[in-house]
């Protein structure tokens, strides 16, 4: 399930678009900004811990190698892993910058989750919106359906990727800590990104406070 999963979000939030055609992603705001809060609040009450229980302040320097490295990828991906995606329309070309940049990403994000199964879902929750808005940008950039299946199809087969490697690469065990760390700031940069963007203005309405209230409550709960 672990591997498997993660491909179903992305196959989820498809046929979503598939079935009840979306016009604007901005109508799944408060789904995303769930899963930015659930996906952050699951870094701090977990992810965080774990790395500096055993270590010493020297990991901090990883999560901020994560910070930093996110924010490189966002200068090919432009955002997408938080809700951003710009495409050329009528562009036929395979968005190859994209692409791997979400890979990287989502290869990175595979790693710690065969320790850490709340995470998991917490993953799963982050991407269904993700694969919902990157399917209608898609379509509204009259994008091929050959070329937006094989984009999230290896797209899917990233997170899957990265806890296979943790679990059978030698170098990924002996130094998982560090690479939980880059994780964590991945994690931190993408969900509070996610936070202020999901409000218009970057102010919380009363709605989105209550979501991201109780997402956080949910996490705690796990």
Do not use: C
Not at 46 to 62: A, D, H
Not at 160 to 184: C, N, Q, R, W
């Amino acid at each position: 399930m672990t591997y498997l999963l993660p491909i179903l979000a992305i196959v989820a939030g498809y046929f979503f678009v598939i079935l009840f055609k979306p016009k604007k992603p901005g109508s799944i705001k408060l789904f995303l900004a769930f899963s930015g809060a659930f996906l952050l609040a699951l870094t701090v009450f977990e992810l965080l811990p774990e790395v500096y229980e055993s270590n010493s302040k020297y990991i901090g320097v990883f999560i901020m190698a994560g910070i930093i490295l996110q924010i490189f990828l966002e200068f090919f991906s432009k955002g997408a892993e938080h809700g951003h995606v710009h495409l050329h329309k009528n562009d036929t070309t395979f968005p190859w910058m994209l692409f791997v940049s979400l890979s990287i990403h989502s290869f990175l994000e595979g790693i710690p989750i065969h320790d850490h199964h709340n995470l998991l879902l917490g993953i799963i929750i982050h991407k269904i919106p993700i694969a919902i808005i990157l399917t209608v940008f898609f379509i509204q950039a009259n994008y091929s359906r050959k070329n937006t299946l094989i984009f999230l199809i290896l797209f899917s087969l990233m997170t899957p990727a990265g806890s296979f490697a943790a679990e059978h690469i030698p170098f990924l065990k002996d130094y998982y800590a560090e690479a939980t760390a880059v994780v964590i700031g991945i994690f931190l940069h993408v969900s509070t990104t996610i936070l202020f963007e999901s409000s218009e203005g970057h102010k919380f309405n009363l709605a989105k406070l209550l979501i991201v209230i109780f997402a956080a409550f949910l996490a705690f709960l796990l």
